[in-house]
């Protein structure tokens, strides 16, 4: 099942994935081609739910050769509010106690495989260690993002005074659980060029908001727009893991599209759109009418401005194939990063071992200052040191030299000449917003698109997502802002799937990010902007350390390194609504953080 279409020439559009073949010639034999009327099917005969392709979530049970069933402890052996990685034989499990009551899962995280043990247990659900995803103990279901699937549930019970767990082998060993999702019973009601939900950009927020729809029996048409070449991927490996190839770090295979009809148009630019008429324009002139509309462009990176920006061998990160490609030409070569940002510092600490040299350019004084504070900032600076970066403080490049049109020297306002064969730009980016100036769709003078606590933006049935918006924030009073974070793009997105269906679902979730360098990854959580102290416990030196960020005498963010699972922890407390002060963390005793939860 499944295959591509093209939309009638003159026009032509790649798509990537599309409908299933046997929709597809009703498609082609609509009498009219015209689409039916627009109308939302969220309950009753619409939940189009194909059991026979969930074996694990509708019944874990129902083949007996795939059981397994063992003793895992004595229930005294757990007090309430712990938990314990067991082993089954066949595979591990978590075993949590809270409330009087044992519940098992899958022990891993399903986003990057982190131990769920050794992260936090609050109020029926545990958060990772890692990158703060939230599974609920009770269904096993993701709360909290980063990562699409949620977790494999398994079955406890007690006898004479055992615990024992029944459950899956197959879920022991894949140690994700896919939600059940509806299927689109509806596209015979639709031209090529309407659907119900279209959702511009395919990056996280795009995906979970196509995902959640039809996790909520959603059963109309959803089609996303690209302007990549590929399906929906991991973006930030694309500084973290450079030679990872487009299939490697791929967010779902093809046939996850194919399977739950989300169909996904490729190499699409976005040109416009028109609210009266509830059509998006792209750049080749192709127009898409909608009932719904998701806007999750992102952000694009900014340019240097400089003479000479135009030669060869200078390059943003934007796609797999950048980062591939800065690979190669690094290898045993001179490389100039320009600009100390999460991408800049990712790039050169990925790039050391590789490259004959790496220099790194910042305005700053240190890395990330205004974001960290001096101290860590300093820290960080000195670990890349040890690794043989060099940095170029407090200038900026004046000029990129070429020989035979490619870079052959970076000149830096100081004076300073670098010798360069590659150079990677990570100055910063600006929301990708401009084809909505003339939309009627509220946008602020920065660029970003204001959306409200549902996602929506100023016009109905209009919603926005990720990099590209400033929402309020919970954690700091619903202040208006941006959040250029991973996981917040997956929660916008799913906030938004939740209220186009009408929900009135708020968002609230507090941000959490992570960089990762030389195999250590500093974890941070809250919102610091505007922070006027850093208390810090523990020792920079070490890189051993949890920096606390306050503002006026309340804690707003907190980030640590090789300090597990602070960050969570404090995530949790954050969520939880409890304020935290300054003096609580100036003592440095923590254990109101690190005990077994809230």
């Known amino acids: 099942m499944g295959g591509c279409f093209s939309k009638p020439k003159p026009v032509e559009v790649k798509i990537e994935v599309v409908i299933p073949e046997k929709e597809r010639s009703k498609e082609e034999m609509s009498p009219n081609g015209k689409a039916s009327p627009l109308v939302y099917k969220v309950n009753g005969t619409a939940r189009h739910y194909h059991l026979e392709e969930h074996p694990i979530a509708s019944n874990p049970y129902h083949n007996p050769k795939d059981v397994v069933e063992a003793s895992v402890c004595h229930v005294k052996d757990l007090e309430n509010g712990q938990m314990r990685e067991v082993d089954l034989g066949c595979g591990k499990a978590l075993l949590i106690k809270e409330g009087g009551e044992f519940y098992a899962m899958g022990h891993k995280c399903p986003h990057y495989g982190a131990p769920l043990v050794k992260g936090v247990l609050s109020k029926g659900r545990v958060r990772c260690p890692w990158h703060g995803a939230c599974f609920n103990i009770g269904t096993g279901d993701i709360e909290d993002f980063p990562g699409l699937d949620s977790l494999p549930r398994f079955q406890v019970k007690i006898e004479k005074e055992k615990v024992y767990i029944r459950a899956s082998k197959q879920a022991l060993q894949t140690q994700r659980r896919t939600k059940m999702m509806a299927k689109c019973i509806s596209l015979s009601n639709y031209n090529l060029s309407s659907t119900n939900v279209l959702i511009i950009g395919a990056g996280a927020a795009g995906l979970v908001c196509a995902e959640t729809l039809r996790q909520e029996g959603f059963s109309d048409r959803i089609v996303m727009c690209t302007m990549d070449r590929h399906l929906p991927y991991d973006r930030p490996k694309l500084s973290k893991s450079m030679d990872s190839h487009p299939e490697q770090i791929a967010l779902r295979p093809k046939e996850f599209f194919r399977t739950y009809d989300i169909e996904v148009l490729t190499e699409m630019q976005a040109a416009a759109v028109d609210i009266k008429n509830k059509t998006a324009v792209f750049k080749d002139g192709f127009k898409m ?30 796609t797999p194939e950048d980062a591939n490609r800065v690979v190669k030409l690094a290898t045993s070569k001179n490389v100039v990063i320009v600009g100390a940002s999460f991408l800049g510092m990712e790039v050169a600490a990925y790039l050391t071992e590789r490259a004959h040299s790496v220099s790194v350019v910042e305005l700053e004084e240190v890395p990330f200052k205004k974001f960290f504070g001096e101290r860590v900032g300093r820290a960080v600076m000195k670990m890349f040191e040890s690794h043989r970066v060099k940095f170029y403080m407090q200038t900026e490049v004046s000029e990129l030299r070429e020989q035979e049109s490619k870079l052959k020297e970076v000149v830096l306002k100081s004076g300073k000449v670098l010798r360069a064969d590659v150079c990677v730009v990570g100055i910063g980016a600006v929301p990708a917003t401009g084809f909505l100036k003339q939309s009627g769709i509220n946008i602020d003078s920065k660029g970003f698109i204001v959306v409200n606590k549902m996602m929506q933006t100023n016009i109905p049935g209009v919603f926005a997502a990720g990099d590209a918006v400033t929402f309020p924030l919970a954690l700091r009073n619903n202040k208006k802002v941006n959040v250029p974070h991973w996981q917040m793009a997956h929660m916008h997105g799913r906030i938004a799937a939740l209220n186009m269906l009408a929900h009135g679902t708020e968002i609230s979730t507090v941000p959490y990010l992570w960089t990762a360098m030389f195999g250590k990854s500093i974890r941070y959580a809250g919102h610091g902007e505007g922070f006027d102290d850093v208390v810090i416990q523990g020792d920079l030196d070490e890189l051993k350390f949890v920096a606390f960020y306050t503002k006026s005498d309340e804690v707003v963010a907190v980030a640590s390194m090789n300090y597990d699972p602070i960050v969570s922890k404090v995530a949790e407390v954050l969520a939880a609504g409890r304020a935290i002060r300054k003096r609580d963390v100036e003592t440095g005793d923590m254990s109101w953080l690190t005990g077994k939860g809230s």
């Open 289 to 318: 009418e909608y009932n719904k509309l998701l806007i999750a462009t992102g952000n694009t990176p900014k340019a240097l401005s400089c003479k000479g920006k135009e030669v060869e061998n200078v390059f943003n990160i934007r």
